[in-house]
């Protein structure tokens, strides 16, 4: 197995809203503030190469939203998944399955492009299995209110009519021992319905994706929870489990919302988990 760290590109989003009751004055320490109090957010993927699989978990924003759209979430940098793929020697074309941890749109935007002559959509990995779950996908396509605008048709849809979406299934337990994906699952209610974290065997290391079950560093403490998360005291449970079992067995955690600091170890001390060390995903993944 080779694992490849995939930037798909960067955005801002309202610092308030990534942390909730937290003041400013405490989470600005760790995710600085511009004046219109926006924060670094980045769209960071993982890329799993097993065998005779290429695995990509989430796809990003994409780029087939209008310009007044992603004029609300101030893009930067030059980052693209064709360019990092291309990086590592891939190609879209060579995807056999990607893997959406939920299906608000900063995760699978870039599943599905427009077509040549943007008449109708086509899935950005042609060649791939589209894998999410059937509780996650009927909480998506018959959204509440308060998701509604994170669930866009466009992204979810077209999946579903080419014929490329697929089902895992949710055990009794929270993880799922050995998925059809060769990789262990956890799922999470809190932040949306039947979010789903791989956890993955690499080496002699154990490495974990939480996407936004834990965004960035800024989030580890127990009661700094995004103001976006449908179920905030589920969340609190969820992640104070979480975090025992990645500092108790010293997992290492890649972030993909975190624009700055891309895998992190975590501990156990007399305030609860905490940050342990912050390491370049190239050093983890080789």
């Known amino acids: 197995m080779n694992l490849y760290s995939i930037e798909s590109g960067n955005f801002k989003l309202d610092g308030g809203a990534m942390f909730g009751v937290v003041p400013k004055v405490i989470w600005n320490k760790t995710n600085p503030a511009d004046s219109n109090n926006l924060i670094d957010i980045g769209a960071r993927l993982l890329l799993i190469e097993d065998g005779n699989r290429l695995i990509l978990v989430d ?3 994409g780029n087939k939203q209008s310009e007044k759209f992603f004029g609300y979430y101030y893009l ?6 064709e360019k990092s793929l291309k990086k590592h020697g891939f190609h879209p074309d060579d995807i056999t399955d990607v893997f959406l941890t939920h299906l608000h ?5 870039g599943a599905v492009n427009w077509n040549t002559d943007r008449t109708g959509y086509t899935n950005a990995f042609k060649n791939a299995k589209y894998w999410t779950n059937e509780n996650h996908w009927q909480w998506a396509t018959n959204p509440n209110v308060r998701e509604k605008a994170s669930f866009l048709t466009e992204n979810i849809i077209p999946i579903q009519e080419s014929g490329a979406l697929h089902f895992i299934d949710r055990p009794d337990t929270d993880l799922l021992k050995q998925s059809d994906l060769g990789f262990d699952i956890f799922f999470a209610d809190g932040h949306t319905e039947k979010q789903m974290i791989p956890i993955l065997k690499y080496k002699d290391k154990t490495i974990a994706y939480p996407a936004d079950l834990l965004p960035t560093v ?3 403490p127990l009661p700094y929870v995004m103001g976006y998360d449908t179920r905030p005291l589920l969340t609190l449970a969820e992640k104070e ?4 079992m990645a500092a108790d067995n010293n997992w290492y955690l890649f972030l993909g919302h975190d624009a700055h600091n891309e895998v ?4 156990n001390t007399e305030k ?3 940050l342990k060390e912050i390491h370049r995903a190239a050093d983890i993944l080789i």
Request: charged share 20%; proline share 0%.
């Open 59 to 61: 796809t990003g924003m």
């Open 76 to 81: 930067w940098g030059d980052h693209s998944i």
């Open 105 to 109: 749109f900063d995760h699978v935007g």
């Open 218 to 220: 800024g989030h580890i």
């Open 241 to 244: 489990k979480f975090l025992k």
């Open 264 to 267: 992190i170890t975590v501990q």
């Open 272 to 274: 609860g988990v905490r």
